[in-house]
């Protein structure tokens, strides 16, 4: 089965830097698109951004516009997301999903699922 664990949340200053990791294992090389979803208290979860294990990649410029990025370390079967220039409107807790689609922007498409990590982003 696949788990997947999300670590790097914390409180930032607006402006600031964090970077989430997601470890997978149990089977999680199968899974063909990793992403990262947030949601906001009383908020939808939301599509941040999502890479497949051969590199390609989709964001939510809606959300993030270029601000937030995705890469994957395939020794270490890790997923990271770089943000930079955070924002209050950031603050959300931040889920690492998993797919055997390509690059699925549905929450409904990810069978796989992290815990979450907490980003708070004020001053």
């Known amino acids: 089965q696949v788990q997947l664990v999300e670590s790097g949340g914390g409180l930032v200053q607006p402006g600031g830097s964090l970077r989430l990791s997601c470890a997978a294992s149990?089977?999680?090389?199968?899974?063909?698109?990793m992403a990262w979803f947030r949601q906001a208290p009383g908020a939808d979860r939301e599509f941040v951004g999502a890479i497949t294990w051969a590199g390609d990649s989709t964001y939510s410029e809606a959300s993030v516009a270029g601000r937030f990025t995705i890469s994957r370390d395939n020794d270490k079967n890790t997923v990271y997301l770089q943000m930079n220039s955070l924002k209050p409107e950031d603050t959300a807790v931040y889920y690492c999903?998993?797919?055997?689609?390509?690059?699925?922007?549905?929450?409904?498409?990810?069978?796989?699922w992290g815990q979450g990590t907490q980003v708070t982003v004020s001053s």
């Open positions: 149990g089977g999680a090389s199968t899974l063909y698109t």
């Open positions: 999903a998993g797919s055997w689609g390509r690059l699925p922007i549905s929450p409904s498409m990810y069978g796989s």
